[in-house]
């Protein structure tokens, strides 16, 4: 699911990306790749920023030896140019519902790949 999120990118944004570069941006040795760029890091955490929207991503070791997922993300609102203030504008909103569950979607399959290891 995420490879065909970075070909649309590719396709429509012009900006290709490999499945090298998406593990240089997890070892930290890549800050930006296709969309995305590091915005922050930490041992087991990731803030990727694209645009507004901005992405989370952490892992930890659970009990049993098993890893957890974590995942946020947020979309940044953009300030009125006449009012000054920030809103979020029609095309958030009307995108959001898709954003949840393209996001679920992607956590599950995180999650079907790691069980198969």
Same mark, same amino acid.
């Given at each position: 699911?995420?490879?065909?999120?970075r070909?649309?990118?590719?396709?429509?944004?012009?900006?290709?990306?490999?499945? /090298?570069?998406?593990?240089q941006?997890?070892?930290?040795?890549?800050?930006?790749?296709a /969309?995305?760029?590091?915005?922050?890091? /930490?041992?087991?955490?990731?803030?990727?920023? &694209?645009? !507004?929207?901005r992405?989370w991503?952490?892992v930890?070791?659970?009990?049993?030896g098993?890893?957890?997922?974590y $995942?946020?993300? &947020?979309?940044v609102? /953009?300030?009125?140019?006449?009012?000054?203030? &920030?809103r979020?504008?029609?095309?958030?909103?009307a995108?959001?519902? $898709?954003?949840?569950i393209?996001? !679920?979607?992607l956590?599950?399959?995180? !999650?079907?790949?790691? &069980?198969? !290891?």
């Open positions: 699911l995420f490879k065909l999120e070909l649309l990118i590719d396709l429509f944004l012009a900006r290709p990306s490999t499945d /090298a570069q998406v593990g941006m997890a070892a930290g040795t890549l800050s930006s790749f /969309a995305w760029s590091v915005e922050s890091r /930490a041992e087991n955490q990731l803030v990727l920023a &694209a645009g !507004r929207t992405s991503l952490m930890a070791s659970a009990e049993g098993g890893t957890r997922l $995942f946020g993300s &947020a979309a609102p /953009a300030k009125d140019r006449k009012t000054g203030q &920030a979020m504008g029609f095309a958030f909103r995108l959001l519902g $898709f954003h949840k393209y996001s !679920r979607m956590l599950r399959a995180a !999650r079907a790949r790691l &069980a198969r !290891r």
